[in-house]
């Protein structure tokens, strides 16, 4: 009971702020990935172009006829001419320079076989890229002895292509053994949601696309403004879940799992007679037996029960428990012994009110026992043909019928034919202005009188003082009822107080 309901709470506001969570990591893991792969094909297409069009300037170059430089010379600037890098093109022949597109080119000497070589198309060895002084070219054999060598002015033609997008992202090129990175970037640094390439014109490099900080890190960096929302919103979830489960399944079901676990129990208040002062019957009011809380009153609970079903099995068990606790002492008890029952408004619909009374009378089984169902009157009851044939059933079996609380409700005399009223029970609040103001003992008065002219029995309740007793006693109502004679007791008490010293 109760105890489950903060862990569902819990749950779900956790679930809803795990989910968002994920959902936001996921949604900036998907974008970067999709971002990542975007630049990939980017720099590959760029990579592939330079490549290719050093490779076709070299094709260009090797199908040259070449007598002497004067000739050549001039050819090697029209083939550059068009380039946008600033380009030189140089063949070389057993190791010494032939001839360059540049005249004031001395290149005395060639690139160590200690630089960075590597074949740039897979399984060629005879076209190479190297890197040596900082340079980048374009090695080409064309016969044994003889190279073109291109160069495209320094390695920042590479890095401008690597460093050309999103400053976010992190490009790493591969070539055989040497790593190149984009501007700013170790090539040893780690690299977060990668995407991997190679050439499409199955050049022979490698390249690597991602960001430098971890996920969980950009997602708190971007979106933390989306995080705090959804943590927010899940301490709104969290709040209100509870506040719901607590005013309203958990309250229903409370209740009806007292029921079922006999929690609710009857209290018995005394019924005395106004001529001789004597026990004539019972109220019976109930309780609610918490195990924790302990004793909970009936205005805690029984509106729960009304705006519910519950109303039917709660006034059930009442019925079940009295008779079972009264049924050995029916002959013991005092001729014609009141037994009066609440009754709610909403109970009224349901003709089950009039099997609970057979079985209750069955149970009891003894002449000496008068039931009574008190209808409050704070409510009113809609007057059907349902409700006037149930009344009449109930009288046909000897169910006396009391209009609760007369006074200060709807006060509709009307109910007194409509439903054949037997008894009125006078609100408590009449009897505690005795002795205070006039108006309210006239009123009182009035509806004494009303009792008498419609020849209907009647109760003062909530008789607390001697003086009340005394002006009471001297009017004619037939029963009193209040904390002057006694309070509400359990059976236990009542079979105590009541029965036993007097058989
Ligand atoms: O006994 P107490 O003053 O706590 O009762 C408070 C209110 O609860 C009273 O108006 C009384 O009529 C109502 N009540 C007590 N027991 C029952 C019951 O079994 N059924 C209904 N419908 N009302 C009850
Ligand atoms: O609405 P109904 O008349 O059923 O309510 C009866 C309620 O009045 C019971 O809950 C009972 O506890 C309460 N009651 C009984 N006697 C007295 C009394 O003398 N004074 C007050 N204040 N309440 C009383
Ligand atoms: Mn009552």
New binding site residues.
Partial sequence: MGVFRRPLALSIALLTCITGYAGVYFYTYYNHKLDATTTNYLVISKLDNLLTNLYSLAISTAVLKQPDCQLTRPQLQKIIKTEHNPITISIIKNHQLFCSSDPTLTLNELPPRTSYYFPIKENSTKTYLLFWNNNLYLKKIIEPGKTILINTSSTNALQKILTLTNHAKIIKLQLGDVTLASQGADEKVKIYSKVYGHSLQHYNYKLTAGNLSSMTNIVVRHHYKSLLLITFISIILYISISQFIRSRSSAYHELKEAIYDDQIIPYL?PIMDSQTGKLAGV?V?ARWLHPEVGIIS?DAFIPIAEDTELVIPLTQTLFEQVAQAMMPYASRLPNNFRIGF?ISHSHCNSLKILDDCKAFYRKINHPNINLIL?I?ERYPIEVTEKTKYLFRELHKIGVKIAL??FGVGNSNLSYLNDFAIDYL?I??SFI?RIGSDALSKHILDIIIDITQQCKIESCA????TKEQWDYIKTKPVNYV????FA??LSIEEFINAYIIPYS
Wanted: overall charge negative; aromatic content about 8%; hydrophobic content about 15%.
């Fill in positions: 208040q109220e009011l009936p609440n008190e409050t609760d609380d029970k609100d408590k505690a309740e909530g008789i607390e009822q209040g904390y002057y309070k509400p």
